[in-house]
């Protein structure tokens, strides 16, 4: 598995062997998409997630994407449909617009470990959504970042 730096584009080979293919909802051409990479070397259960955004336009799009791993980015669900709710600190973000290019891909995060910000020790089963981003900048120059598709992990 290639490491990749976040806030950079996939190349074609990395985004072969980590199946971009984002999924998830899409809105202004900006598609997500979410998936968990296994872990066969960590000790227990560690969840990783990988968050890709796409270009699906045919102009550049300005996003910013800070706050894309941190401050309660993700709608986790137990088994019943409640809402796990979110344990890490919240923080602020500094930074500016990033430009993505028609038809690129990019991890807005790579190898987040789930349990790090929400409590799923439970035994079961849990839904993992990205939530979505709303425009930054109050021009309209930033894009809304859409809500990812929903993954389902079991907690042995």
């Not at 190349?11 to 066969?40: I, M, Y």
């Not at 969840?47 to 336009?57: C, M």
């Not at 930054?136 to 042995?156: E, F, L």
Request: charged share 25%; net charge positive.
């Amino acid at each position: 598995m290639p490491s990749l730096r976040i806030g950079k584009p996939f190349t074609r080979r990395e985004s072969c062997a980590v199946g971009v293919n984002p999924v998830g909802g899409e809105k202004g051409g900006l598609r997500t998409g979410l998936w968990e990479r296994k872990n066969s070397l960590a000790k227990g259960r560690l969840i990783l997630l990988t968050l890709a955004l796409s270009n699906t336009s045919d102009k550049p799009i300005d996003y910013d994407a800070q706050a894309a791993g941190c401050n309660d980015s993700l709608l986790v669900k137990d088994s019943k449909g409640n809402i796990v709710p979110y344990r890490a600190e919240w923080c602020s973000t500094i930074g500016g617009d990033l430009i993505l290019q028609p038809g690129d891909s990019l991890p807005l995060f790579y190898d987040f470990i789930l349990e790090e910000q929400y409590d799923i020790s439970r035994r079961g089963l849990y839904t993992v959504q990205f939530r979505g981003l709303a425009p930054v900048t109050k021009d309209g120059k930033t894009s809304a970042i859409p809500p990812s598709n929903t993954i389902t992990i079991r907690m042995k």
